[in-house]
Nanobody, 121 residues
Framework: QVQLVESGGGLVQSGGSLRLSCAASGSIFSIGAMGWYRQAPGKQRELVAVITSGGSTNYADSVKGRFTISRDNAKNTVNLQMVGLKPEDTAVYYC???????????????WGQGTQVTVSS
């Protein structure tokens, strides 16, 4: 199993910045794409940003130009730098990763426990 642990959430004012981090651990054989999702109260979980093992990125239109996703393959970590935060960004942010372990040949999707981001106006 692969465990994902997020950190860096908190309460910030509109226009502020936060940096979220996610560390993967466990019997990791390989980690492919990693991403960040968020879920606001009463809404579906949505993709925020994704980054492949090769470094290609994609962002939700709502965060383009404000959020930057990055990863360190050697450390099995993925980060989300968020600037110009808006109240609409308030949500629980979840780390996601596709990975393989030594006890399973296929790819599985793993999720972190989530970290709360609250942006006040």
């Amino acid at each position: 199993q692969v465990q994902l642990v997020e950190s860096g959430g908190g309460l910030v004012q509109s226009g502020g910045s936060l940096r979220l981090s996610c560390a993967a651990s466990g019997s990791i054989f390989s980690i492919g794409a990693m991403g960040w999702y968020r879920q606001a109260p009463g809404k579906q979980r949505e993709l925020v940003a994704v980054i492949t093992s090769g470094g290609s990125t994609n962002y939700a239109d709502s965060v383009k130009g404000r959020f930057t996703i990055s990863r360190d393959n050697a450390k099995n970590t993925v980060n989300l730098q968020m600037v110009g935060l808006k109240p609409e960004d308030t949500a629980v942010y979840y780390c996601n990763a596709n990975g393989r372990t030594s006890d399973y040949a296929g790819w599985r999707s793993y999720w972190g426990q989530g970290t709360q981001v609250t942006v006040s106006s």
